[in-house]
């Protein structure tokens, strides 16, 4: 039997990587890739998808912002999430919207295929590497909800970037990145600089 794939990950190096693993495999065909949140709901809408891979951070929503949308749509759907960051923050967050394993970006060719088979036939994959579930991550997981953009714009106000000079540096106006700013103060729920910096020296944004 084979299985229809869907690939939501931004680098297309790593894109690359997985439909490669894949496509030797014998048993996901066919592959389809996307760069962003949007372009995979649009697709969702009208393709076939018996496995979502999907990466966390993604531009402009990250994978957990659209993940509630996908479960309610698609139940039956299995979701293999990537993340770099080996956090139970992560691992709560995926929990919580019904993702079926959490693969991290370092994964070779078994890993991701172990990942994907176990998640076949048994509904989950459990990685060894990444932490348990039921450590403390309130704080952290905060972050995770942040788009790409959001933290570009953290890490640049860290090294004391003023809105003028993150806005010529992203190609952005200065309108836009106190916008970006305000959503980004609302996601962490603080409400100055000082705060800010120090989400991203305690998440590695600086």
Not at 19 to 39: D, H, T, W, Y
Not at 75 to 94: C, E, G, Q
Request: with cysteine; net charge neutral; hydrophobic share 40%.
């Amino acid at each position: 039997m084979y299985y229809s794939v869907f690939i939501c990950e931004d680098h297309q190096i790593v894109t690359d990587g997985i439909k490669r693993i894949l496509g030797n495999s014998g048993s996901f065909s066919p592959v389809r890739n996307f760069q962003s949140a949007e372009k995979l709901l649009e697709a969702l809408h009208t393709g076939q998808c018996n496995i979502l891979i999907l990466d966390i951070n993604l531009p402009q929503k990250s994978g957990l912002d659209i993940l509630p949308e996908i479960r309610r749509d698609y139940p039956d759907m299995w979701i293999l999430v990537l993340t770099m960051y080996n956090s139970p923050a992560i691992l709560n967050k995926a929990k919580e919207q019904g993702v079926h394993g959490v693969l991290l970006k370092d994964f070779g060719e078994q890993d991701l295929l172990k990942a994907l088979n176990d998640i076949i036939t048994t509904g989950k994959y459990q990685n060894p590497v990444i932490k348990n579930y039921d450590e403390d991550s309130a704080d952290a997981s905060k972050v995770l909800f942040l788009t790409k953009r959001e933290k570009e714009i953290i890490t640049l106000t860290a090294q004391g970037k003023t809105s003028s000079e993150i806005a010529e540096i992203l190609f952005l106006s200065p309108h836009t990145v106190n916008t970006h700013r305000r959503n980004i103060y609302k996601k962490l729920d603080i409400t100055n600089i000082k705060e800010l910096i120090t989400v991203a020296n305690a998440n590695g944004l600086q």
